[in-house]
């Protein structure tokens, strides 16, 4: 069973630091593109980052660029994302989602970690 | 960027009539070295990740109920759900997988009338 658990959201204050993981089991990890989306409260989805089956190749939407680091580590079917210098509008639910190809379709998505940024 | 818009924002449909959901992308998503759209469409019920539905525009996921078909090309796609089931209710979105940022549309959210 293909099973994608993401875990590591929190409350954390403006400007402080966060680290998502997700744990990947039920299929073969290298075989995929894996993403984070998240979605603000009530709000719709935003695609954030991606990287490569091997990890050479990142990729990221502007508002997250130089402050959130997505990366994965193969030998333990995990990915991750560093977030740094958070702010009120990164609050969201953020699920990470797998693909078979560079930005998609994502086929098979975790239930999600809420990160809640506040003071 | 390539921006995503969907109308109708909300929809409700009798059940067992047919749901019609517009998509239009700001620049095309047809690549044409593999003819194929960069576009997929998703269903978010409350509390739940987005599911998969449809992909290269048309092509429907595995296990998706065939009441649900996707159509168009370039920067106008359509998704339908032939006959309203009550379990349909959800937000509908979809999404270009042709340039990053990899966006999405805002949703269109579907209701039993």
């Known amino acids: 069973e293909v099973q994608l658990v993401e875990s590591g959201g929190g409350l954390v204050q403006p400007g402080g630091s966060l680290r998502l993981s997700c744990a990947a089991s039920?299929?073969?990890?290298?075989?995929?593109?894996m993403s984070w989306v998240r979605q603000a409260p009530g709000k719709g989805l935003e695609w954030v980052a991606n990287?490569?089956?091997?990890?050479?190749?990142?990729y990221y939407v502007d508002s997250v660029k130089g402050r959130f680091t997505i990366s994965r580590d193969n030998a333990k079917n995990s990915l991750y994302l560093q977030m740094n210098n958070l702010r009120a509008e990164d609050t969201a639910v953020y699920y990470c989602?797998?693909?078979?190809?560079?930005?998609?379709?994502?086929?098979?998505w975790g239930q999600g970690t809420l990160v809640t940024v506040s003071s | 960027d390539i921006v995503m818009t969907q109308s109708p924002d909300s929809l409700a449909v009798s059940l067992g009539e047919r749901a019609t959901i517009n998509c239009r992308s700001s620049?095309?998503?047809?690549?044409?070295?593999?003819?194929?759209?960069?576009l997929a469409w998703y269903q978010q019920k409350p509390g739940q990740p987005p599911k998969l539905l449809i992909y290269?525009?048309?092509t429907r996921e595995s296990g998706v109920p065939d009441r649900f078909s996707g159509s168009g090309s370039g920067t106008d796609f359509t998704l339908t759900i032939s006959s309203l089931q009550a379990e349909d209710v959800a937000v509908y979105y979809c999404?270009?997988?042709?340039?990053?940022?990899?966006?999405f549309g805002l949703g269109t959210k579907l209701e039993i009338k």
């Open positions: 989602a797998r693909a078979s190809r560079w930005g998609g379709p994502f086929d098979f």
């Open positions: 039920g299929f073969t990890f290298t075989d995929y593109w």
């Open positions: 990287i490569k089956q091997d990890g050479s190749a990142t």
């Open positions: 620049q095309s998503v047809l690549y044409s070295s593999d003819n194929k759209n960069y």
């Open positions: 290269w525009a048309s």
């Open positions: 999404q270009q997988y042709y340039s990053t940022p990899f966006l």
